[in-house]
């Protein structure tokens, strides 16, 4: 089956503590035949150095450690592999930024999925800005597992 016919659906890792759980949404709400998982961690970096960064500074992203990275590449190789056990064909990214609302925008953009869940417990501005970004092709699935 060639990619063009392949849905392919956006699942964020936010939590380092639940990183399955827009994955065990989708597997029971969402799931589709001809669906292609994109699991993408998003990491929040620290900003290293003074309060107020020179100006050669500005706008520079500040890369995650290689220990942050390891541990990314370990939780992401866990969640894929609990979603090739259920059959699904994954890829998996790693996306950084200050704030990883801003992260999941990124990959929103870069990727361009078809669908993202999203956990629907974020805030209204959060939820603005990633309709925002997804327009027009990316649907976006609000869940709330509380």
Avoid: W
Wanted: glycine letters at 4%; hydrophobic letters at 35%.
């Amino acid at each position: 089956m060639s990619n063009s016919n392949k849905q392919r659906v956006l699942i964020p890792i936010m939590s380092k503590n639940q990183p399955s759980l827009a994955l065990d949404y989708y597997l029971e709400h969402l799931k589709g035949t001809n669906d292609q998982l994109l699991i993408v961690h998003c990491v929040k970096t620290k900003h290293q150095g003074p309060p107020f960064a020179s100006p050669e500074f500005l706008g520079v992203p500040q890369m995650p450690s290689n220990e942050k990275i390891a541990k990314c590449k370990e939780l992401c190789a866990q969640v894929v592999a609990s979603a090739k056990e259920q059959g699904m064909e994954c890829e998996s990214y790693i996306f950084y930024h200050s704030k990883r609302e801003k992260a999941l925008v990124n990959a929103i953009r870069h990727l361009k999925p078809h669908t993202a869940v999203v956990d629907g417990r974020c805030s209204a501005s959060v939820k603005k800005r990633l309709l925002k970004a997804s327009l027009p092709a990316t649907y976006i699935a609000f869940f709330n597992n509380s």
